[in-house]
């Protein structure tokens, strides 16, 4: 028996060394880990992650910004354009049927036509997606059809409040997580949207009601971190507190810095009204009004205490940026474009900083083309062709659908001279192709080849 007694015991102090990370202790007591599923520690979570991020993009400048940097980075100025690729049945390209489509979808784009309220453009459609998703975690989009646009279709944005989180129900194989119907393999079979807004002041009146709408009628969008997540979080979920308190610490540093610029003082006496200044506030407290270049003496048993704080501190701009390095870090894009510093910095460093950032702008940019984009290209295709607003049979939906390239923005180089060098390499060693190129810039090679050729003949128009 003793035997097995030293076995045990060494077996279980051989478990307690394999991960540190595991160890336990007065070190680790502030470290309570969960093994609820994705769905447990979202649900009582979502409403009040929600909240504080849109209050930190209402009030808090570095929110804004990073919101801004999104929106610039993944959509920019012209947004994400189509180039229909279809090609006939010899391999070439059916150049006549690819511009009515592209011609339509520039034409369905134009503000007031693609969303049912009437007040955004397509690529103030893409700004808002973006916007949404960084904000909110996740974004609805509902699919309407309808006589209001020649092409009888258009998009709603729902906001992700109206997806009610508090209805939960499970019956058979069917259950409903957060305002998702599932089936049993959780996807998604319908979303149950409350009637009212639970922000409105008439959603008392109103009740708990709701819509059921059909999976295929509505886009809900966001990037899930584990499997069986059913709702989305915002992407700065991780920098919440950080950001708040940084807020607060530059809040409470400029408001001491006023005070320490004011330079305030108090009068003293042994019986606390030996002096009356120029006025008294409250009927008791004495107040003097310095004028500069001004002295003036005090009557007997009266002192003068001074108030100096000595605000903003010395430490105060490297503890700030140690803060926000750390919430860059948090919200995955560069410290230098978050805090829109060039300070101290290097060509080298600024350059690898912008690749790898660039990277996660790339990684978004084709997030955005398969959710959101893609989705709502090809349900306006079928609306469009199934109408007659699009002058081409129904039966080449499929070739049409799926032969197109869509072409988010690029960027520009950060050493054009180096880069450009590069490419023109790369091309002539047959490594890179004129369209690999043309893309790096967010054009299409048949753009840039027209422009080419209508540049020669205006140019041979005027004898140049």
Known sequence: ???????????????????????????????????????????????????????????????????????????????????????????????????????????????????????????????????????????????????????????EFVEADLLDEELNKATGDTSIRMGVESDSFGKPRAYHLLKSHPGDGEFVSAGRKHIRIEADRLLHIFQPERAHQTRGVPMMATSIASLKMLHGYREAELIAARVAASKMGFFTSPDGDGYTGDEVEGGYAPVMSAEPGSFEQLPNGVSLQTFDPTHPTTAFGDFHKALLRSIASGLGVSYNSLANDLESTSYSSVRAGAIDERDFYKTLQRFTVEHFVEPIFRRWLESAMTRGSVNLPISKYDLFADQVVFRPRGFSWVDPLKEINANVTGLRNGILSLQDIASGYGRDVEDVFRAIEREKELAARHGI
């Open 1 to 155: 028996m003793a035997f097995f007694d030293r076995l045990r015991r060494k077996k279980k102090k051989q478990s307690r060394r394999s991960f540190a990370g595991a160890n336990t202790g007065r070190l680790f007591a502030d470290f309570v880990g969960s093994n609820r599923s994705a769905d447990a520690e979202i649900r009582p979570a979502l409403r009040t992650l929600r909240q504080r991020c849109r209050d930190l993009a209402r009030n808090d400048e570095y929110v804004r910004r990073f919101i801004t940097l999104l929106k610039t980075n993944v959509v920019g100025e012209n947004g994400i354009s189509i180039q229909s690729a279809k090609r006939d049945p010899g391999g070439d390209l059916d150049a006549p049927g690819n511009e009515i489509i592209e011609r339509a979808w520039r034409s369905w784009g134009r503000l007031g036509l693609p969303t049912v309220d009437g007040r955004l453009s397509w690529l103030d459609a893409q700004r808002l997606f973006v916007e949404t998703l960084a904000r909110d975690g996740e974004v609805l989009v509902r699919f309407v059809q309808g006589d209001a646009t020649p092409d009888g279709f258009q998009i």
